[in-house]
């Protein structure tokens, strides 16, 4: 346990269980909010019970590379020398941060640099905090002054591969007394673990949930994503009108495009057989290169023209903006480069 993980009042609890008064609680849970080293808090006694002094949080900025479009790409380190990696995108209304909820993932998409070592461990949900307050601290924010407007839970790991530990930080990061951001800020992108998309339903929670469904059938999504041998897209697609029918909220499909592979005309007629009529909305993605990966992306060009042929077909879809591509902006590239010591 570190003890960004707890609530302010579970924080109080824990300062109480070990003979403090519970103000010191607040203290520490201002300072782990304003994301201060355990050596910038002052206003706490010298000799803080040792258990205490070992479960302050000791994650950090290990690197952070800036693009030419200033998209930033950060990579935090933690205590037992794992690194994930995040990456903030600037836009009018804010700033958005994605973040990894998993040191490596281990789903074992084909076009994904994050899983090409499988999964390491889960991170835990004040780790997943911790990016979130370091960033904030890193843009000019503290607990009480929010900088990030936006999360976007798609940086390396499967979330609802960690649901226990995803859903305790979801519930943190939108509490009152904490970072108050909104689950209605906050999208989800899973691969689509079916019983966990209705878990998230039933537990009541309202983030955006983003699919990354990457092909029209069944076929070609077993090619490229393992996960498709368990669950068949009409599974996937059930459990997002239940999502839907709770929440209210859209459903946002994500369709890398893969040369050869789902580009074609067929392609986007089975998009329309799957989702006409129902409130959802297509991105379509240039495929980022991965150097350890031989898939070929179509560019940007044929991500239009497909795009174009999903809306004449009655579908909402439009091509993401690719960011931070010269620093390496697909999920777990950055992180692999620098293990693979290339700098
Ligand atoms: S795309 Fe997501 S689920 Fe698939 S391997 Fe990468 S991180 Fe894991």
Do not use: W
């Not at 479009?69 to 020398?81: H, N, Q, V």
């Not at 439009?318 to 697909?330: C, F, K, L, S, Y």
Request: proline residues 2%.
């Amino acid at each position: 346990m570190i003890l960004s993980d707890l609530s302010l009042a579970q924080m109080q609890d824990y300062v109480k269980g070990q003979g403090l008064p519970a103000f010191r609680g607040k203290q520490l849970f201002d300072a782990i909010y304003s994301a201060k080293s355990f050596d910038e808090v002052t206003n706490l006694p010298k000799n803080m019970p040792q258990e205490i002094v070992e479960s302050y949080p000791k994650y950090k900025i290990y690197r952070k590379y800036v693009s030419k479009d200033d998209t930033i790409k950060y990579l935090f380190a933690f205590d037992d020398g794992n690194i994930v990696e995040g990456v903030l995108m600037s836009y009018k209304y804010g700033h958005t941060l994605c973040l990894s909820t998993q040191v490596g993932c281990r789903m074992g998409c084909k076009f994904c640099a994050s899983t090409l070592h499988g999964l390491v461990r889960n991170l835990s949900a004040g780790e997943m905090l911790g990016q979130v307050l370091l960033v904030n601290r890193d843009l000019g924010g503290n607990g009480k002054e929010r900088k990030i407007t936006n999360l976007v839970l798609m940086g390396s790991g499967e979330p609802l591969d960690n649901y226990d530990n995803v859903t305790t930080f979801l519930k943190l990061v939108s509490a009152k007394e904490g970072l108050n951001i909104s689950q209605r800020n906050i999208s989800l992108s899973t691969c689509g673990i079916v019983e966990n998309i209705y878990r998230l339903a039933d537990d009541g929670f309202s983030v955006t949930l983003t699919i990354s469904l990457h092909a029209s059938n069944d076929l070609s999504r077993r090619k490229s994503m393992p996960i498709a041998n368990k669950y068949s897209i009409k599974e996937i697609i059930d459990a997002c009108k239940y999502y839907f029918e709770k929440t209210g909220r859209r459903i946002i499909f994500e369709y890398v495009l893969i040369s050869g592979e789902n580009d074609k005309d067929e392609n986007a007629q089975e998009l329309a057989y799957l989702l006409r009529g129902f409130p959802s909305h297509i991105n379509v993605i240039p495929l980022n290169k991965v150097a350890e990966r031989s898939i070929k992306g179509d560019n940007r060009e044929k991500c239009y023209e497909f795009a174009k042929k999903l809306e004449k077909l009655g579908l909402s879809a439009t091509v993401r903006r690719t960011m931070g591509e010269d620093i390496g902006g697909a999920c777990g590239q950055l992180r692999n480069k620098v293990l693979g010591g290339e700098k």
